[in-house]
């Protein structure tokens, strides 16, 4: 194997003890950051998810919460709860947990939650200022993965970054985080044309596509930093998961790779804590 290891473990540890610190200080200023979670239903994965979410949070020092709404509960019940937490000055974050329900509006929802309290960056406000360059709460996931090609010391200047994927959440704010660093930047999706050609161009390679192991060694340019957002189920085994990245093949090749799980997973819940700081430093100013 060619590739450096990225160690999204080793350096989401690095952000959390950051958080500690920061909310610490916080503390000394009579303000203790606070994030609100709201899951609604029992699906198994968010489940775990927003109970790490609280946990962490709390490991961290923040005051932290976790509402558990029925899974039939209405829209009006979902945005009165949203609109209880924007009204409560002990929280600074809110989070509500993707996905919803059938039948509950999810966009709507998200949409109520206030700008400077979305901690998932979803609200268009967020995502506007994103691509302005405004100071913004950025989208946990993308957030990660520049912190990690950060802190491996990777200079986007004039560099050629791929990213797989044009979602909401992943792929555009990537974009526009990558582009804000200087990178050319190509964004790929289902329609374009000759995908492996594209990302053999890619001195940084980032993966959010949503499919298993896609994305082969031979794809891969010699040398180039490859970031696997991907989560994916293995068929046939019980809690196996990879990445978009074909990791044996691409690791041959690649200079540096994150490997799933260790890599972007561990830092998009860092993100969230680093996220609920800085809207509590926001609404102080
Ligand atoms: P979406 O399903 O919302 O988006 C997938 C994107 O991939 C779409 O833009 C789609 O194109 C594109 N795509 C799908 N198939 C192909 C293909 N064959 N060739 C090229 N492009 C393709 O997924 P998300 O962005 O939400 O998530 C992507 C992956 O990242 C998933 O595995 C998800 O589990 C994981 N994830 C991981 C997180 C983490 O914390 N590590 C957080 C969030 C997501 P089109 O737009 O044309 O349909």
Redesign the pocket.
């Known amino acids: 194997m060619a590739a450096q290891i990225i160690d999204g473990k080793a350096i989401s540890q690095q952000v959390k003890d950051e958080v500690a610190l920061e909310v610490a200080k916080l503390k000394e200023q009579g303000v203790t950051p606070g994030l609100a979670v709201i899951l609604v239903g029992e699906d198994p994965a968010s489940n775990v998810y927003v109970t790490n979410k609280e946990r962490t949070a709390k490991e961290l020092g923040m005051h932290s919460v976790l509402h558990r709404l029925p899974a039939d509960s209405s829209q009006a019940d979902v945005e009165a709860l949203v609109d209880q937490l924007n009204a409560d000055p002990a929280i600074h974050g809110i989070l509500v947990q993707s996905p919803l329900p059938k039948g509950l509006d999810e966009e709507t929802i998200f949409r109520r939650v206030l700008p400077y309290k979305d901690v998932d960056g979803f609200h268009p406000e967020n995502v506007g200022k994103l691509w302005l360059g405004d100071n913004a709460l950025v989208a ?2 993308p957030a ?1 993965c520049m912190v990690l090609l950060e802190k491996m010391g990777v200079d986007l200047k004039g560099k050629k970054a791929v990213v ?8 555009k704010p990537m974009a526009a985080l990558l582009l804000a660093k200087h990178a050319t930047v190509t964004v ?5 044309a000759d ?1 492996p050609a594209v990302c053999r161009e890619a001195d940084v390679l980032v ?5 298993l192991q ?1 994305i082969k060694g031979d794809w891969v340019k010699p040398g180039a930093v490859v970031i696997d ?4 189920p293995v068929p046939g085994t019980k809690s196996k998961i990879r ?2 990245v074909d990791f044996d093949s691409a690791a041959e090749v690649a200079g540096a790779i994150t490997p ?1 799980p260790g ?3 561990p ?3 860092a993100m969230l804590m680093s996220n609920t700081v800085k809207a509590c430093k926001m609404q102080m100013k």
């Open positions: 946990c996931t990660g797989v994927g044009r979602s909401n959440i992943v792929g790929c999706h289902s329609r374009t995908l993966a959010a596509v949503g499919r896609m957002v991907g989560i994916n990445g978009d799933v890599g972007v997973g830092m998009t819940i």
